[in-house]
């Protein structure tokens, strides 16, 4: 078999109580060093290879000796590239290592999922057909790179970042290198609901006002409730608040959505209970199924103070000498510098939620790699709250952060390689934060 025929296995790991999934060429399969048994297994299978399929034997002892070095510490994987001078081989070869790693850890992960260089265009464009593309003419590569080991609540991630900004993902894991090194970062979700705000217009002012005070009666609450749950085995309605301009009533519903983003199944439950409702109240009308209170797409203070997705808090302690080294930064001047650039620069250019420093690319990129919806990042509301604190000091109230995306599986659920990032995205969402330094406490 030559190098660029491939050897497609699934084989169990019963040390590591897992299954590892992987597609490699047979010269890169004859791994040796300390590598989890998984691939010692493997070893075994390219044993059994005849002497024909054997010929590389050089490229296997390089790309062994090659896999040691990472697997040892001895060599970063982010350094492939300028080691072996081979861009394409060094991806492989990168590949081949966060899975071992992921597989000695006892953790699953997609990057081997994702395609390399080729595509099967036939089921791609299919599954494109009628769902999420018209008038297709092609396909813009997106290459993605990963940022970690990441230790978020106990667990170790390796996140997917989809970008072209050079920079982005090596600056994005100094910061995940530095919360590891301090022991991780803890996230606490605090909310969830995704709403959509119709917008409803009176016969006057008077009956908007009982239109509010009838959505907002909470003996009624149930009663909606159930109107809602029966347009979908998923979406649950929480609550409804109403805002009045002149004879216009803004209906603001928030609902739950499971592990979808979930607009369709809100918009589907917000007509049916308004339909009911409405025929109750003559001469209303519904002129809008989005009044742009929701709010979408678009950054609002409603967002910003009452959440729309996912209201996510996170906290890591990183020592001082860590920041130093890793970040190479002094923690009080971090601390400072955060109060004069993301707080009173912000505050004076007018940002609503924006208090960070650049959390927006992180957050589209990290939507892009796991098949989210792209438009929805700038709705991202997040404040980083650093404090510098000497050891002597007593211990501070937690410093926590607030970040609102909402990880989507309706968008793009169809393809294959989706599939297999959104139980990622899963596990990603409400830690998303960290990616950012978010409320990052600093020990001296």
Avoid at 52 to 68: C, F, I, L, R, T
Avoid at 234 to 239: V, W
Wanted: charge should be positive; glycine fraction near 10%; charged fraction near 20%.
């Amino acid at each position: 078999m030559s190098c660029g025929m491939y050897f497609a296995s699934r084989i169990r790991g019963r040390s590591l109580g897992m299954t590892l999934q992987t597609r490699l060429p047979w010269t890169q399969l004859q791994i040796s060093g300390p590598v989890p048994r998984a691939y010692r297994q493997f070893r075994h299978v390219t044993s059994q290879a005849s002497p024909a399929e054997n010929e590389g034997e050089k490229a296997v002892a390089s790309d062994a000796e090659v896999m040691s070095q990472l697997l040892s510490g001895q060599l970063s994987h982010h350094r492939l590239e300028s080691e072996l001078k081979d861009p394409e081989r060094a991806v492989r070869v990168r590949r081949l290592f966060l899975e071992t790693q992921a597989a000695s850890e006892g953790r699953s992960t997609a990057v081997g999922q994702l395609p390399i260089n080729r595509l099967d265009g036939q089921q791609f464009y299919t599954s494109v057909l009628g769902s999420n593309c018209e008038n297709v003419v092609g396909f813009v590569p997106l290459p993605v790179g990963v940022v970690g080991p990441l230790l978020l609540d106990g667990q170790s991630l390796t996140v997917p970042l989809a970008t072209t900004e050079g920079a982005l993902i090596a600056s994005t894991n100094r910061g995940a290198r530095a919360i590891t090194a301090g022991g991780g970062a803890v996230s606490v979700l605090l909310a969830e609901g995704m709403t959509r705000a119709p917008v409803v217009q009176c016969t006057d002012l008077l009956q908007a006002a009982k239109l509010k005070a009838h959505f907002e009666c909470a003996e009624r609450l149930p009663e909606l409730q159930q109107l809602f749950a029966n347009t979908s085995r998923y979406g649950r309605l929480q609550s409804v608040s109403v805002a009045i301009a002149g004879r216009h009533a803004y209906i603001r519903f928030c609902c739950s959505t499971g592990d979808a983003m979930g607009m369709n199944m809100v918009g589907k439950g917000t007509n049916a209970v308004l339909m009911e409702v409405l025929s109750s109240f003559p001469g209303a009308e519904l002129i809008a199924l989005s009044g742009n209170y929701c709010t979408d797409k678009k950054p609002a203070a409603i967002n910003w103070v009452n959440g729309r997705g996912k209201s996510v808090a996170c906290e890591a302690l990183s020592p001082g000498a860590i920041v130093r080294k890793v970040l190479k930064a002094d923690p009080q001047r971090v601390a400072a510098l955060n109060v004069h650039k993301n707080l009173v620069g912000s505050a004076l250019a007018g940002s609503i939620g924006g208090f960070n420093a650049h959390a927006s690319n992180l957050v589209t990129a990290l939507f892009l790699a796991c098949g989210a919806p792209r438009a929805r990042a700038p709705a991202v509301h997040p404040a980083t709250l650093p404090h510098a604190r000497p050891l002597s000091y007593p211990p501070s109230p937690p410093v926590t952060s607030r970040l609102r995306p909402r990880g989507p599986t309706d968008c793009g659920k169809h393809f294959q390689d989706t599939n297999e990032r959104v139980s990622l995205d899963r596990k990603v969402q409400r830690r998303a934060g960290s990616l950012c330094l978010e409320g990052r406490r600093t020990k001296f």
